[in-house]
Every structure is written in C-alpha cells, then in structure tokens.
C-alpha cells in the first residue's frame, strides 16, 4: 500500500493536513534536540522528512528505517537532492526487529507510523532495547480530538473528505480509507502512555497539538 502512494506521500501530507503537519514536526524535533542527541533513529520514516528536519536541527547522524521500499527510494533522491546523504543513511527493516544492538541510540522518534506497527507493544520494546540509557523517545502521531465541535468535524473530514482526495490524488482508494480506520484503532493518550511505560520508560507525558487532531508522546530511558 505505502509503495503505491510513495509518490505522492509527501504532497498528500501537506495538503490533507493543511500544512500545519510542518509544525508539528518542528515541535517533535525540539523534543528530540533537548536531550542534545548524536545518533538518533527515525522509525517508520517513510520519504525522510522528519530525518531531514533533525539534521537540519544538528543531528549528526540520523537513521531511518521503513519497511517500504517504495518510500525509501523517494526519501534517498531527496536526500540527495538536498545534500544530506553523508548524515542520513536510510535503509529497510522492521520495527519489531530492529537490527541494531542494544543501547545504540541517544535518541529515536516515529512520525505518524507507529499506528501502523502490526505488533505495538512488540514494536515499543524494540525501540526501547537500542535506545541508550538515558535516551528519548519521541513520537509524534495521530489522535483523536475531544470536545463538542471539534471532534464531529474531525470524524467528517477524517472519514469523508480526506479519503476522497487522497484517492483521487493517490489513485489508491484502500490508503486513504486505511488512514482514518487506523487512527480510530489507535490506543491514544492514556492507553499509549501505558504502552510507553511497559516498556520501562520513565517521565512519560503527552502534548496535544492543534485540538488534539496529533499528539506527541516522549519517554526517557
């Protein structure tokens, strides 16, 4: 599925979020910088923007791994388009199989993938074994906003609007129609946070953004 949208995936992200997907990824990036990472894993990666936007913020080497070799190859020509292929290695893998050794990151985040793990609670306990000690963990995702006028227009546009366009742009009906039906599975907020500490995370919190369309979630080793 994700191979077929590839070409696409970034052009639907930003018109489908309105752009406002550029903030919250910034906002995810300084999560990650306070703890002033060297190495850091980028999770579900996808095209590479959100490995971009950390070496653009002074990682020094970033990793991102995705299981779509379609995305992967759209995210290494802009990688190289834009210069950064001496910080970024990008490369294929699972996350519930990372082939890393422990404590191997001072840093790891996932933008809007970690929904997408067939085996959550597998895919968190991987991510926390090749994080160091002391390391972060921060993930940026979908959720489901609360309230009496925002929530009914996020379920109109998230089930109706959004699946439309990202078919008729994507000519992939099923991405579009999988996006919204994986944002309702999603275990959000608390449920998450709990996931979080399963795997021995400490200092667990989560950020509402934008009336809590996103989240970002972060953990300490």
Not at 129 to 142: A, H, T
Request: glycine share 8%; proline share 4%; net charge neutral.
């Amino acid at each position: 599925m994700f191979d077929n949208i590839s070409g696409q995936y970034d052009l639907l992200n930003h018109i489908l979020s309105m752009g406002i997907d550029k903030g919250w990824r910034k906002k995810a990036v300084r999560e990650v910088m306070a703890v002033k990472p060297n190495r850091v894993l980028d999770v579900a990666t996808g095209t590479g923007d959100q490995a971009i936007a950390l070496c653009r913020a002074g990682v020094d080497r970033v990793t991102g791994l995705d299981l779509s070799r379609g995305m992967l190859d759209v995210g290494i020509e802009k990688i190289r388009r834009f210069q950064w292929s001496d910080r970024i290695e990008m490369m294929q893998g699972d996350s519930e199989n990372l082939p890393f050794e422990n404590d191997t990151f001072d840093a790891i985040t996932v933008s809007f993938g970690v929904r997408n793990f067939e085996n959550l609670a597998k895919g968190l306990q991987e991510m926390a074994r090749v994080l160091k000690p002391g390391g972060k963990m921060v993930i940026l995702e979908f959720s489901k906003p609360r309230g009496w006028l925002i929530a009914p227009i996020f379920r109109l546009y998230s089930n109706h609007i959004l699946p439309r366009v990202g078919s008729w742009i994507s000519k992939d009906k099923s991405a579009y129609t999988y996006l919204p039906e994986s944002v309702e599975a999603f275990p959000s907020d608390e449920l998450f946070l709990q996931h979080l500490r399963a795997t021995g995370l400490e200092s667990c919190t989560q950020h509402r953004l934008t009336f809590g369309i996103a989240s970002i979630y972060t953990g300490i080793k």
